[in-house]
């Protein structure tokens, strides 16, 4: 937050126009009359002392008081017309106690002048004896009481502030707009063999230069780097099978925020078969894509993304606050020490629990997708009220004043001023059509989602021929055996069938399901060598219980043993077993690795599952789920490899 603005900047004369009427000719404060008490009165252990003067009275306990002496309240006129971030209203008191000590807590009650401005919040301010000022805990006043006290432990000099809050929510009311329309002006991305990479696919992205951005081949693999431009959190959201290979020290993974936050047995927030990074304003994301991509990449200011901007301008208010307050909080960078907290964790547990509980609290009162974007109806107000709760709560755990003045009572104030502000801050932003259109819609015309989508080009799938054993039944290197210990029937009838993925006799399905024996080479030893997916490179062997097998030739159609899909998906042949259906009738087909989808079949023709129609082969993909009663229809997607069983 080093280039904002503070948002509270009442310490300088003339920073506020406080409509306050009660105030005589020489600009003092109107106040009760009172009898000024030079010598001060009695006081003593035990008993409780009360002493006025000008509008000010001071209450000390009994239980407060050591010893005997004179408590005394006076004028001090030297005090500066302005401190601790506040405007001076009549004149400043000196209160002494001589003689006795002070032991606990003293109440201060300063007289609030009629006519005082609603918009202006009274606070008492105090030297705090080592030549600064400090806000004392003060009960939270509202408009129309004609006092407001304070507790103090030790006696000096102070006086009665206001503190504009309209003012300070103007100030952030313009922050918040500027982030939200601004742009950081970030470089145009570069990268390195963007005319290889359109060789292969289209690229197509929206307009605008919210976001900057680059494709292209490095090192061999196909890239996408992404610079948020906006002086907003930019939410990318990209495939799962995708991986992020240089800017995650500026932001944090969906993924990982999700599993930081959740508790046992709850859904996962992020969307089905995506990841999402979260990039601060001027930071880049350089994403590996497949090596023919098929896919779109989103970048918008979502749900979280607004919600952790409202959060920064939270805690740059309560920085500010706290600072004129005298209350030492660090809250500079906390976005990424959260993203750090949140991949590999925070020895401070306290600041760990206050951040986690914070986020959990927005999931779980505003919505049921971390990641959807925000609706203005949910964001505006009840995201303002969160904040000032949220941040309350991390700058406790990890203010750098452990001992907090007066036992922690002085962030009772700050919070009540904090919360006035994002009050009337909320008030502000629906009042500003600009700001509701830019939450409303994240920029409008600014680009709110971009999208960058690859489109493969025609390039014929790639057919791969499997042949994993040497002649004297070995395999080849690269590939691992693993020994099962156990017999495998491969013709319990007497006949024997080939596995539906071969192209060359002698390459059997074997077993039941659960042997998962659906492509086996058995040797001359009659010894079964089967595979599990082509690209694992690992065989498993058996022995045969037959002492001779039938002759198998290849099916006339066979299925592909395992399929690369342009997203750079890997599906594997189903081999039985019990899978949920679909709605609409169509069946799984090919198992696929780390996404929510499969390669479906058609039940009304035939069980088509694969197009050869064209060089560029394709399938169709979809979700199983036996409950649903209707589900999107199967995608379309092009296949960039399909493995085949050989000899």
């Known amino acids: 937050m080093g280039a904002m603005r503070p948002l509270v900047v009442m310490a300088s004369v003339g ?16 106040s009760p009359a009172a009898t000024a008490t030079p010598s001060g009165v009695p006081v003593e252990a035990g008993t409780a002392a009360e002493a006025s003067h ?108 206001g503190f504009d809050i309209k003012a300070a929510a103007s100030e952030a009311l313009s922050w918040l707009g500027n982030r939200l329309s601004g742009r950081a002006g970030v470089a145009q991305p570069r990268c390195n063999g963007e005319t290889t990479l359109r060789t ?20 061999g693999h196909a890239v996408l780097r992404i610079a948020n431009n906006r002086l907003a959190f930019t939410q990318v959201t990209y495939p799962n099978q995708w991986k992020v290979i240089a800017g995650d020290r500026f932001g944090f993974s969906g993924d990982a925020l999700t599993q930081w936050i959740a508790t046992g047995g709850e859904k996962v927030l992020t969307p089905r078969g995506k990841s999402v990074i979260l990039i601060p ?60 907290t949140v991949t590999t964790g925070d020895p401070s547990k306290a600041w760990t629990e206050a951040a986690k509980g914070c986020l959990k609290s927005f999931r779980d009162e505003y919505t049921d997708n971390f990641f959807e974007v925000a609706e203005v109806t949910k964001s505006i107000k009840e995201s303002m009220k969160f904040a000032a709760r949220c941040t309350a709560e991390m700058a406790r755990a990890q203010t750098t004043d452990v001992a907090m003045f007066l036992g922690g009572l002085v962030f009772g104030v700050i919070d009540f001023v904090v919360s006035t502000i994002g009050a009337a801050l909320s008030l502000l932003i629906i009042s500003a059509r600009e700001i509701v259109d830019s939450v409303a819609s994240f920029g409008g015309k600014s680009n709110p989602i971009y999208g960058i989508s690859f489109v493969p080009k025609s390039v014929p799938t790639e057919v791969i021929k499997v042949d994993p054993l040497m002649k004297s039944g070995g395999a080849k290197s690269g590939w691992k055996v693993e020994d099962t210990g156990k017999i495998l029937e491969c013709a319990p009838s007497g006949e024997a069938y080939p596995s539906p993925a071969a192209v060359s006799s002698g390459i059997y399905s074997c077993g039941y399901v659960a042997d998962g024996a659906d492509v086996c080479w058995v040797t001359e030893q009659q010894i079964a060598m089967c595979g599990g997916a082509p690209w694992d490179k690992r065989l498993y062997r058996w022995t045969v219980n037959e002492s001779v097998l039938p002759s198998v ?62 060089p560029t082969w394709k399938v169709w993909v979809g979700d199983l789920d036996d409950s649903a009663k209707s589900m999107p229809p199967p995608k379309v997607m092009a296949v960039t490899k399909a493995y085949f069983a050989s000899n």
Request: proline letters at 5%.
């Open 281 to 340: 304003r001027g930071e880049s994301v350089t994403l590996r894509l497949p090596d023919v991509p098929d896919a779109t990449v989103w970048a918008e200011i979502s749900q979280v993304a607004y919600v952790l901007q409202i959060i920064e301008l939270a805690m740059s208010v309560r920085k500010a606050v706290s600072k004129a307050a005298g209350q030492a909080v660090e809250t500079d960078g906390w976005m990424e020490r959260l993203a750090k």
């Open 200 to 219: 292969r696919v289209k690229v197509v992205s929206d307009g605008g230069d919210s976001v900057k951005w680059c494709a292209g081949v490095e090192s």
């Open 54 to 161: 000008g509008g000010v009275k001071v209450v000390l306990p009994g239980s407060s008081v050591g010893g005997s002496g004179r408590l005394r309240v006076e004028d001090d006129t030297s005090l500066p017309r302005d401190a601790a971030g506040l405007h001076r209203f009549g004149d400043g008191v000196r209160v002494e106690l001589s003689g006795a000590q002070l032991k606990g807590r003293a109440t201060v009650t300063f007289a609030v002048p009629a006519g005082w401005d609603p918009n202006v919040v009274p606070v008492v301010a105090w030297q705090d004896g080592h030549g600064g000022w400090r806000w004392l805990p003060t009960s939270q006043w509202r408009p129309g009481q004609p006092t407001v006290t304070a507790q103090t432990d030790h006696f000096s000099s102070g006086f009665l502030g």
């Open 15 to 30: 920073a506020l126009v406080l409509g306050v009427t009660a105030c005589s000719k020489d600009g003092k404060a109107s």
């Open 553 to 614: 030739k290849p099916e006339a159609n066979p299925y592909p043993w395992g399929l690369e899909l342009s997203d750079g998906t890997r599906c594997r042949l189903r081999n039985g077993g019990s899978w949920s259906g679909r709605p609409d009738g169509w069946n799984g087909a090919y198992y696929c690795e780390g996404v929510n989808f499969v390669v479906l079949a058609d039940t009304n023709h035939d069980y088509r599952y694969l197009d050869k129609s064209t």
